[in-house]
């Protein structure tokens, strides 16, 4: 039967997902060389050896109400199905988890009441950002795990228990070619795990904030959510957050309460009426539009919970219970591994430091070559301690290998340094180095027309890829006079640049910020006297007729040649006069 898609369902009432595969197969008896292959810990191998109890746990759970089961795919990727012996195999496992979870969808589903089938896609277990496996071996391990889940005909993708802000990135890469290659697209369900012990956090350090600020800018993210690592009580934080804050739908799948051990076994203390109370807080208070469990949750939680919304296909019929309306504003952000940035600061302009730059800095450039990577760290170290909010990173230099450099020094960046980073080249390929270990949200420095669209089209592609915000600079392919001097072509220059980016590659108006250029006035030209106050009207002009867009500048620019003393004054007149045009 053709099913309204679960994110529209979603839109309308409130969606109900499963509970826990593993703490329900822990309640059955298998034998360890028979059925789990000598692998205990590796439950996808029953995909294969005992399809009819996982669809027998799928089942109960649509017994009691459940609309869609996820797939038990956690772990059904390359890199966990080694340790199994099973990599040429993973294909394979995904389609068939599908095509069981389908069949128990279908003894449900009614042509009021669709079941869906979600396909569930874990963290693995290595962690990107601290360095366990390389982005491309990442890649290719999702990508092989998503191409099983599609031709099995899932209705969903659910990327859950994220720990690591840059796999679910790498995970999404993987979905889009995944999409690609089968020609056809299903919604997307992202969920982070928050450690309330470690300041609500995930396990590599990214709070709410980051979370949101990164993912916001990927279009194809439906849903945003937590699951697992608390119960409904201790995720109430970081949900109220999400759901304040995401534009799109939200998503909560707690434990059954924070696991103990009793006896040598896992117990998990909140019984179904709790759990259900606890949830219905998510939906009434701030707003959940997906609900579900994770550890330690049965099909009798779920049966109290789908009860609790007027869903239990067996109790009496009761009011469908509304959630809450949300009302979200987003603000443009920039994310580190932590925590996120606003572009448009409330009481001060965004800062990015420019020392941590080969063309800014020769005490970088000299690090660089002779490849002081730890001297390297400490200046971009005190660049954030003198108070920048971001740090602008550029390691083109003659003679030497950006792709490497760019790595080493993005590397170490991330994972000591609490900031966002301009990532800044010439090469896309060194951009794209650096994308590919930065778990927060970037901004890609820069793009311009100087050489028509091609450079255009081939940075908003990095950009969409990664979620990356771009500096664009008004310069176009004038053979005379290519940088705009006048506030007229910056002007019209920043509209082509906006036209083709939002329009034909895909971005948003937030993810652009227009770089007027800043010229000196020091040079002793006559046409050069008013490069400063055509900088000024030209960021005036671009703030009011592209508003949802943003504007930068080099400030510093604008004094060279200058003596020291002069420069802090100008500068700062200029900076002045920059904000009240609208910077």
Known sequence: MERLPITQLARQRVVVLDGAMGSNLQQRHFDLKRDWLGHENISEVLNFTRPEIIQEIHEAFLAVGCDAVETNTFGANKIVLAEAAMVDRVFENNRVAAEIARRACLKFETSDRPRYVIGAIGPGTKILTLGMTDWATMLDSYREQVRGLLAGGVDALLIETQQDMLAAKCCLVAIEQAFVEANRRVPIIVQFSFDQDNGNQTLTGSDPSAVVA?????????????????????????????????????????????????????????????????????????????????????????????????????????RIVARKPRVVVTRPQVSSLYNAEDIRQDNSYLIIAERTNTNGSKKFRTLLQSEDWDGLVSMARDEMRDGSHMLDVCVDFVGRDGVRDMHEVVRRIVGSINAPLMIDSTSPAVMEAALKLAPGRCILNSMNLEDGEERVAEICALARRYGAAVVAGTIDEDKQQAMARTAERKLSIARRIRDLAVNKYGLRDEDLMFDPLVLPISTGIEEDRRNALETIEGTRRIARELPGCHTVVGLSNVSFGLKPAARVVLNSVFLHELREAGL
Not at 268 to 283: E, I, Q, T
């Open 214 to 318: 990164t993912f916001v800018p990927y279009s194809q993210v439906d849903v945003l959510g937590v699951n697992c690592a608390f119960g409904p009580v201790e995720l109430s934080e970081s949900v109220r957050f999400i759901a304040e804050n995401w534009p799109r739908l939200v998503s909560a799948l707690p434990n059954a309460g924070l696991p103990v051990m009793v006896d040598g076994k896992t117990h998990f203390p909140m019984g179904p009426v709790d759990f259900a109370k606890g949830m219905m807080r998510f939906v009434e208070g701030f707003g959940v539009n997906i609900v579900g469990g994770c550890c330690g949750t049965m099909p009798e939680h779920l049966l109290e919970l789908t009860t609790a919304l007027g869903l239990n296909p067996v109790a009496a019929k009761s």
